[in-house]
């Protein structure tokens, strides 16, 4: 008489993308993304390396989709928030997202085949941006110079050789002692009422920066309310100091519509041809803080 035995075995999971993607990202975590490998994410999965390709197409196929993954762990804030706040928020959570996945830096704006994660949060910062009345030059300017700054704090503070205030203070004061401080005083300087001072950490560094960058994005935004041209928002940023007769290039109906006066207009404030205005004209660029200094209506910067 045959007798039924128990098996002790838990039901295997099926293998699936998402399994495959998540996998995959703990290794490279783990290991780093050159341990990435199909042999080692089957054995990582319990399962031969050709099952894999039921469910990806090949290494790249997964490289998209853990990057896509990362993007997707980063924070967006609702549209309530203002947009200052809104791009602090989302450059902090890109930053401790990336302490997490250290091996994506170098990879967020790689790949050239964008997943559904990525799509949604660039959309999201230009859209954050031209919804506050950035131009849409002005934009591209602001998101490629936060994200430099982002990734770039990111890779570097990956690479630096400390990570506790302690160990900050212990390789500042090695530091120290390898060069002349007379011939060197302000770096000698720096390092000793700075970096050696009581808890200093590094990584508070990231926040000081990106408030300066914010913050300069700030002051070089200025809305012209119902100054358009070409149905683009006129940003108002501060640029050179020459002087300009616009009107000896174009009359004030064909350079700006929309505006009820000729005093209305904001000039340029810059010795330049007519297609540099037309450009600056065409990306809604427009240089700030303009006086106007005769009847001939040619402006000086302050």
């Known amino acids: 008489m045959s007798t039924r035995t128990e098996s002790n075995a838990e039901p295997r999971v099926p293998l699936s993308k998402e399994r495959v993607l998540s996998a995959a990202i703990t290794l490279a975590d783990e290991r780093g993304i050159a341990s990435l490998t199909m042999r080692k994410l089957a054995q990582a999965l319990g399962v031969e390396a050709m099952s894999l390709y039921y469910h990806v197409a090949n290494k790249d196929d997964i490289l998209d989709g853990m990057v896509d993954a990362v993007f997707d762990e980063i924070d967006l804030p609702s549209s309530e928030a203002d947009w200052k706040t809104a791009m602090r928020r989302r450059a902090i959570s890109t930053r401790n997202v990336l302490s997490l996945h250290p091996w994506a830096t170098s990879m967020m704006q790689s790949r050239i085949n964008p997943g559904p994660a990525l799509l949604r949060h660039h959309d999201w910062v230009i859209g954050n941006l031209r919804e506050a ?3 849409v030059a002005l934009a591209a300017h602001a998101f490629s110079a936060m994200d430099a700054y982002i990734y770039g ?4 503070e990956e690479t630096l050789p400390f990570e506790t205030p302690e160990e900050t203070a212990e390789i500042a004061a090695a530091f120290l002692e390898q060069f002349p401080i007379d011939e060197y005083p302000h770096l000698a300087e720096l390092t000793i009422e700075h970096i050696m001072q009581p808890g200093y950490d590094y990584s508070e560094e990231f926040e000081f920066g990106l408030d300066l960058i914010l913050d300069g ?3 070089r935004l200025v809305v012209l309310k119902n100054g358009r041209y070409d149905n683009v ?3 108002v940023v501060t640029s050179s100091k020459k002087i300009v007769n616009v ?3 174009y009359n004030k109906e064909r350079l700006c519509p929309y505006y009820k006066s000729f005093e209305m207009l ?6 330049i041809g ?6 600056a004209l065409n990306n809604g660029l427009i240089p700030a803080h ?4 005769n009847a001939t209506r040619s402006l000086r910067a302050y």
């Open 133 to 135: 009345g950035f131009a």
């Open 153 to 156: 704090f990111a890779l570097q």
């Open 217 to 219: 994005r700030h002051g």
């Open 233 to 235: 928002p006129i940003d």
């Open 247 to 249: 009107e000896k290039y």
């Open 266 to 271: 904001p000039l340029v404030s810059a010795e």
């Open 274 to 279: 007519k297609l540099d205005l037309l450009r």
């Open 290 to 293: 303009y006086l106007q200094q």
